[in-house]
């Protein structure tokens, strides 16, 4: 088991966090329903907490050292149901591992021993508080730097409550994370490996993965959220290390994918994900190949394919200079590293906008 890592105590400006609470907008119904993966009710050790009508998702793991709870959503009321979730699914499996009674340990079903927060915004956080006392949290260390900000967490929770009515949060305190770390954390028990997998900055910044590769299951949290339109204000421009990350997911071996918002599928939640976003890129590439400014670009770039994401029409001028800086900013990292590995180059298996093929 991994051991408590001191978190980073360099901290930066706290920039307004209208993106938190915009995202706040598409969570219409801030409710869940349990879903079994790779199995049926009780005859699984993984289940994904599926978001209804766009709230965030949340995962439970099963082991006969306690259970694991992926990103707690959004309220302390929430955090409390997914514990009481994990704990009543917990039970069933400890007294089905001990069904035969004469070695069964003279203890109860062991509660949630961890919760792990693919990222530090409070849709997929401010749950942790329902386990501060059982539970170790465990982020990457960009993000728990910013769970571990009072100024950064209490404005996230202000503008939720204030601008967008989400209910429960009066009763919020912060949770920060005890253990961070960057690369890979792994969890061994008995049963399953978790590994927790540090993406960088994406949709946010400190983005991680939560990937069992017994099960093919990951928790990809909001590095893949299709059918959404990314939130891109407040941001650094870092789509193209997102691009990267999910070419490195696509390489994993993964038969159930559970997104950050929207419904649980397969491997092709990571592949629209990722062409949106080459699609994209390559768009504002040509405006900015053309000589065109942010705002040209901006107004004149158009993915029909992608017309019914959630928040295309208000988001997606956003989305287009964010990437137009990226493109544009002087920077000999971003030379070396782009969508299709040479320059800012459109990548290759691209026919036309919109259409993609695997090579």
């Known amino acids: 088991m991994p051991h408590p890592s001191r978190i980073s105590n360099l901290f930066r400006a706290v920039p307004r966090f209208a993106a938190f609470a915009a995202l706040a907008a598409l969570l219409t119904g801030c409710d869940y329903v349990v879903k079994p993966l790779k199995g049926t009710e009780g005859r699984t050790q993984v289940y994904g907490a599926e978001g209804r009508e766009g709230a965030p998702n949340a995962g439970i793991v099963l082991t006969s050292l306690g259970a694991i709870v992926i990103d707690p959503p959004l309220t302390p009321d929430l955090g409390d149901r997914i514990n009481a979730d994990a704990m009543s699914r917990s039970k069933a499996f400890w007294d089905d591992l001990y069904k035969s009674g004469s070695d069964r340990p003279r203890t109860l079903a062991p509660p949630v021993l961890y919760v792990l927060n693919t990222t530090f915004r409070g ?36 503008v939720l409550k204030t601008e967008f009515k989400v209910p429960g949060l009066e009763q919020h305190h912060i949770t920060p994370p005890v253990i ?76 159930v994918v559970v997104p950050g918002h929207g419904a649980i599928g397969g491997k092709e939640l990571i592949k629209n994900q990722l062409d949106f976003l080459t699609a994209l890129w390559v768009e504002v590439k040509r405006g900015v190949d053309a000589g065109k400014t942010a705002d040209q670009v901006a107004k004149e770039v158009r993915l029909p394919t992608y017309a019914n994401w959630a928040r295309y029409n208000e988001w997606l001028e956003g989305n287009v200079k964010l990437i137009y800086k990226e493109q544009t900013a002087p920077s000999p990292a971003k030379e070396n590293a782009t969508p299709g590995g040479a320059g800012a180059a459109v990548p290759s298996g691209i026919a036309k906008p919109d259409s993609f093929s695997d090579k």
């Open 123 to 158: 849709t997929h956080t401010f749950g942790n508080q329902a386990f501060d006392r059982t539970a170790d949290v465990i982020t990457s260390d960009r993000a728990g730097a910013k769970l571990a900000h009072i100024d950064t967490v209490r404005s996230m929770r202000e």
């Open 180 to 255: 961070t770390f960057e690369g890979t954390l792994t969890l061994r028990t008995p049963e399953v490996e978790v590994k927790m997998i540090s993406m960088g900055d994406c949709l946010a910044e400190g983005d991680c993965v939560v990937y069992l590769p017994q099960q093919k299951v990951l928790f990809a949290g909001d590095v893949v959220i299709p059918g959404f339109m990314p939130y891109p204000e407040g941001r650094t421009p870092t789509v193209l290390n997102w691009i990267k990350a999910l070419r490195y997911l696509n390489s994993l071996d993964v038969d």
